[in-house]
């Protein structure tokens, strides 16, 4: 028999899992990618100014390492071509099917295994595997703002995330919905190539300076011959990361340092006093994400940008309404409204064990062991699942801990033929934990996206890096109860 494994989305967690799996003698694997190429996130958020806000060299694989990154915090076609380069190197590139959308997994229990449905460039198709790795994360679907007649606007209009290259904004009348990590840095990029801007803004942020100065040669060099200076240029960066997460997580001890930075650079970036008004953020700093950037407040205090902070009532052909009866008009509107964060892998159909719904299971909110395994679901996975975003930190190094534990689970189902399936009081010890460990932190002290509609935080880890590799670093085989598989089904990885 041939064992597979199906990975769904070609993004840095796709990646991470196959790569870990390829190196461990896994060699049935496949990567289904709905976009025409790798990259996840990466692939689709072109828009100009577009860049991690994340170190370089601390948001790539450890394995991986690349000591020529251009910048300190890489724009996106440099991330984007490091994540094709290195799924290249380490044999991932040749496994990763493109334009193939993933529609339903199912299990089948009489033969336990799963049923991967799928639209590909040539029609529906199928695979079957004895695992299923969901890989979408949690920063794939564009959110769009709940905005009465959004659709009657008669201008043009697009999602930040879907960047539309075609449209001239040169000389336009423009709409900026939102004012997250995206609008931050497209803003600055196009507002002086328009005629007029209003960024509309439903609460301000706390931003801390991010500088776009290119490495110098010598210190590609140094990083280069001096193996050990990048090493601890790494270990810096970790640690400056997680003092981020403890200003978050203790508020009153720590937050103060975090909210006195970003005050003294705020105010020296927001000249204009009305500016600086409607701009100031009234919650605690670090409960909604802290934002990097040294271009956007200045940019809202340009000759052409109003900064618009009355509520949005509706939309007209001519362009939103505002709560003071105001109607904007304008030739296009672009959405920087984020993500469903929330929704995960959705509007996929994934069915369990006695054919369990996950989206009915996640009614209340997504939990997941560790954000990686969900009972009921035997040999199904999540990268970048429920509780396991950062706000001070890099996703990668997560994805890093979750590849190994997904690899020594399948390990382990490799090893007693069978399938594995996370016991239901494990899952709900643990997810009583990590709940009960927000408390007191930032993150409970306003709205954020972080949250779903009921108010449970389902996207962020409530810890610090090292909490999560430790817990991570090591299967607990007690946690897991086996699945047969009849000897006669695909098999056993």
């Known amino acids: 028999m041939t064992s597979r494994v199906v990975i769904v989305g070609a993004g840095f967690g796709g990646v991470a899992a196959a790569a870990e799996l390829l190196r461990n003698g896994f060699d049935d694997v496949v990567v289904l990618e709905a976009a025409p190429g790798l990259g996840g996130t990466w692939h689709h958020n ?7 806000d994340v170190p370089s060299h601390f948001y790539s694989y450890s394995y991986a390492q690349r000591h020529d990154w251009s910048r300190f915090c890489s724009p996106q076609t440099e991330i984007l071509g490091y994540l094709q380069s290195t799924a290249r190197d380490l044999g991932v590139a040749e496994r990763v099917v493109p334009n193939t959308s993933v529609t339903a997994c199912r299990w089948d229990d009489a033969t336990a295994s799963w049923t991967v449905d799928a639209e590909g460039p ?19 679907q564009p959110a769009y703002p709940r905005i009465e007649g959004r659709e009657d606007f008669a201008g043009h209009s697009f999602h930040s995330a879907r960047w539309d290259h075609d449209y001239e904004l040169r000389g336009k009348r423009v709409a900026v919905i939102g004012t997250g990590a995206s609008a931050v840095q497209f803003v600055p990029e196009i507002a002086p190539d328009v005629a007029a801007m209003s960024v509309f803004q439903r609460s301000g942020n706390w931003f801390l300076p991010r500088e776009h100065t290119d490495y110098k040669p010598f210190v590609h060099t140094l990083f280069r011959r001096v193996p050990l200076l990048h090493k601890l240029f790494r270990f810096a960066l970790y640690s400056y990361m997680e003092f981020l997460t403890a200003m978050i997580r203790h508020p009153r001890a720590l937050g103060w340092i975090g909210r006195t930075w970003s005050t003294l650079f705020m105010r020296g970036q927001l000249t204009d006093p009305e500016v600086r008004r409607k701009a100031w953020p009234d919650y605690t700093f670090g409960c909604k994400r802290v934002l990097f950037s040294s271009a956007f407040l200045p940019a809202l205090q340009r000759d052409n940008v109003e900064l618009v902070t009355d509520a949005i009532t509706g939309m007209t052909p001519a362009g939103p309404r505002t709560a003071d009866g105001r109607v904007h008009e304008v030739d296009c509107i672009i959405y920087g409204t984020g993500f469903r964060t929330t929704d995960f892998m959705f509007p996929m159909a994934v069915t369990g064990r006695a054919g369990r719904s996950l989206r009915d299971e996640w009614a209340g909110g997504a939990r997941a062991h560790l954000g990686i395994s969900v009972s009921g679901f035997p040999s199904l996975f999540l ?7 950062t706000s001070g930190g890099s996703i990668i190094f997560f994805l890093e801990g979750q590849a190994r534990y997904v690899r020594q689970a399948l390990e382990l189902a490799r090893e007693r033929g069978a399938a594995v399936d996370v016991r239901p009081e494990v899952q709900h010890d643990g997810d009583v934990h990590t709940q009960e460990r927000f408390a007191g932190t930032a993150w409970t002290r306003c709205d954020s996206w972080y949250r779903n509609e009921s108010g449970r935080i389902v996207t962020n880890w409530p810890g610090y890096m090292r909490q999560y590799a430790a817990d991570t670093r090591e299967l607990d085989v007690t946690d897991y109860d086996l699945v047969p598989r009849p000897p006669s089904t695909v098999p056993v990885s």
């Open 383 to 389: 990268m970048y699942g429920p509780n396991t975003n």
């Open 46 to 52: 072109t828009y100009p100014g577009a860049a991690c």
């Open 122 to 140: 040539d029609g529906p198709v199928t695979y079957t595997a004895a695992s299923v790795i969901i890989a979408t994360g949690q920063l794939n």
